[in-house]
C-alpha cells in the first residue's frame, strides 16, 4: 500500500481518498441546501490525474448558481479546506470550484446540458449521495 508522509506520521492512499470523499460530499450537501438540481459525485481517483472527485450540480438562475458557490465555500472554509481556485462566480453560468482533491462544476441548467461532463467521463462511478442530504421529501423521492 502507498503512503503520504505527514506531520503525525503515515497516511494510507485509502484514507486520503476517504478524506477526499466526505469532501466532495460536503460540497454536494452544500449545493442541494442551497436547492442544487441534479447533484453528482463522480470518482475519478483511478482515471484522472489532476482530481480525486467532480462534484456536478445545475441551478436555475446565476443568483442561485452562485448562492450555491457562496454556500459550499462557506462551508468547505469552515471544514478548514482551502480553495484554490474560483472561476465563474461573476457571471454565474458556469462556476468552476477547485479545491485539489475535489473539482465543483456549478451550470446554468442549459450550459450543463451542452458540456455534459457526466457523458465526457462517463468511465467514472458515480458516488451515492445519501438520501438524507434532501432532507424529509426525500423518502417520497425514492
Known amino acids: 500500500m502507498t503512503t503520504e508522509n505527514t506531520q503525525?506520521?503515515?497516511?494510507?492512499?485509502?484514507e486520503v481518498l476517504d478524506s477526499s470523499?466526505?469532501?466532495?460530499?460536503?460540497?454536494?450537501?452544500a449545493a442541494i441546501e442551497k436547492k442544487g438540481e441534479n447533484t453528482?459525485?463522480?470518482?475519478?481517483s483511478g482515471i484522472s490525474g489532476f482530481t480525486d472527485y467532480f462534484v456536478i450540480c445545475s441551478g436555475m438562475s446565476?443568483?442561485?448558481?452562485?448562492?450555491?458557490?457562496d454556500a459550499i465555500e462557506a462551508d468547505l472554509k469552515k471544514q478548514k479546506h482551502e480553495l484554490l481556485s474560483l472561476e465563474g462566480h461573476t457571471d454565474g453560468r458556469w462556476i468552476l470550484m477547485?479545491?485539489?482533491?475535489?473539482?465543483?462544476?456549478?451550470?446554468?441548467?442549459?450550459?450543463?446540458?451542452?458540456?455534459?461532463?457526466e457523458t465526457l467521463w462517463a468511465d467514472?462511478?458515480?458516488v451515492?449521495?445519501?438520501s438524507e442530504f434532501y432532507g424529509p421529501v426525500a423518502s417520497r423521492l425514492n
Open 8 to 14: 503525525a506520521g503515515t497516511t494510507s492512499v485509502t
Open 21 to 29: 470523499k466526505v469532501k466532495a460530499l460536503a460540497c454536494a450537501k
Open 40 to 44: 453528482k459525485i463522480l470518482d475519478l
Open 62 to 69: 446565476d443568483r442561485q448558481v452562485r448562492a450555491m458557490a
Open 98 to 117: 477547485d479545491f485539489g482533491d475535489v473539482v465543483v462544476h456549478i451550470f446554468l441548467d442549459a450550459l450543463r446540458e451542452y458540456y455534459d461532463l
Open 124 to 126: 467514472a462511478p458515480k
Open 128 to 130: 451515492r449521495i445519501p
